[in-house]
């Protein structure tokens, strides 16, 4: 397997602009999670899904962010407009089940810079 | 709320040495707890997973206890190499799926 994958691996953009972020999961894992890492704030849990399903989006910083998961093998995390302290590290990760017995794989990550 | 705290924030040490990093947590309800490495501009990969009813788990040279009661876990790295070097993390999973992690260790080996 290949492998969470995650794209783009860099972004670049102007403070305003709609920032779309992708991920595939571990094919037949049923838990999505994305994290956002800086150096001020370490890696945060923003939102995760169950078979396609938001459970927790408590993490989700504020409206501009959004997250989906249309089908068991993509998710799209977007930030509409972005601001300059959406700077930061964003990672994709899955697992096969929840918590207990099973570990999440995480993907590379996007690193996002917002001028 | 869940708070992971990791110490030290940095360790230098010469190739061959014996390390031990350490991770304490303030909610002892966890389902388990895992030893994450990060390597720079790398993703995470997952080094070792205790249940909550478990006190250690060992793999080649690492070996992670747990100890639920106080809040500690503690990962030992015997005979350290310049391969090590990278950051190390620790994240306990709470209710749901959640995972909360400390800040991280960032491990220097020396040749």
């Known amino acids: 397997d290949a492998g969470v994958i995650q794209s783009p691996r860099h972004e670049v953009t102007e403070m305003g602009q709609e920032v779309t972020l992708r991920c595939k999961p571990i094919s037949g894992h049923d838990y999505l999670f994305w994290y956002r890492q800086t150096m001020m704030r370490g890696l945060e849990l923003l939102i995760y899904?169950?078979?396609?399903?938001?459970?927790?989006d408590s993490g989700m910083p504020e409206d501009r962010f959004s997250a989906k998961m249309p089908n068991a093998s993509f998710s799209t995390l977007k930030i509409q407009p972005s601001e300059p302290r959406d700077s930061a590290v964003y990672f994709c990760?899955?697992?096969?089940?929840?918590?207990?017995?099973?570990?999440?794989?995480f993907g590379p990550g996007t690193r996002l810079t917002v001028l | 709320k869940q708070e992971v705290t990791q110490i030290p924030a940095a360790l230098s040490v010469p190739e061959g040495e014996n390390l031990v990093l350490n991770c304490s947590f303030t909610d002892s309800a966890i389902y388990n707890l895992q030893w994450f490495r990060q390597d720079p501009g790398k993703g995470l990969t997952s080094l070792l997973l205790?249940?909550?009813?478990?006190r250690e788990q060992t793999s080649g040279r690492l070996n992670a206890s747990l100890d639920k009661s106080s809040g500690r876990s503690t990962l030992y790295i015997a005979a350290s190499q310049p391969g090590d070097s990278a950051t190390y993390l620790c994240?306990?999973?709470?209710?749901?799926?959640?995972?909360?992690f400390g800040e991280g260790t960032q491990l220097t080996v020396n040749p």
């Open positions: 990760a899955s697992s096969l089940t929840s918590g207990s017995p099973d570990t999440q794989y």
């Open positions: 205790i249940q909550s009813s478990q």
């Open positions: 994240a306990v999973t709470t209710s749901g799926s959640r995972l909360t």
């Open positions: 899904f169950n078979n396609n399903v938001p459970i927790d």
